[in-house]
């Protein structure tokens, strides 16, 4: 399976979908909430931070074709970015934050090197295998906080 081209034009329908949802990412990182109160909305967040660098890095590699290790860099140092960044927004950076971007950068990782076209299945069943215990952390947690609302 080939990587997909890079695209260069935001049509119309993609902009009514990517600008919204980046605002609505952008409010989920840095918007100050007070701690202890909107339990849903602090598992939201807090699953933004490993969901978000999922999807930045499968972007930067498999649609602006950058090189496995740069997109997990950038999206590393964005990640340490988003945290120093909310210490000026009112919310506290936090490590554990971090460690969700650097697990959600390595899930991504993981993925995009399991379907090249030089993966054996072995290999694919390997990351299938380290993706679910890596994704197994932020997911519980999340389900978790879900599960608390309904009792």
Known sequence: MEALAPTTRLTPIKAAVVFPA??????????????????????VFDFAHFSLPVIV?????????????????????LAGLCEVIQGFT???PS???????????????VC???WRPSATLAHR??????????????????VRIAARLYH
């Open 90 to 92: 009112g919310r506290c």
């Open 95 to 109: 490590t554990i934050d971090f460690l969700r971007g650097v697990v959600g950068a390595t899930v991504a990782l």
């Open 125 to 142: 069943l390997g990351a299938v295998t380290v993706v679910l215990a890596l994704s197994a952390w932020p997911i519980s947690e999340f």
């Open 22 to 43: 980046a605002v609505l990412l952008l409010i989920a990182i840095f918007a100050p909430l007070p701690p202890g109160r909107f339990p849903m909305l602090w598992g």
């Open 57 to 77: 890095c499968w972007f930067l590699w498999a649609r602006m074709r950058w090189a496995g290790w740069a997109a997990f860099a950038a999206v590393i140092i």
């Open 112 to 114: 995009l090197s399991a």
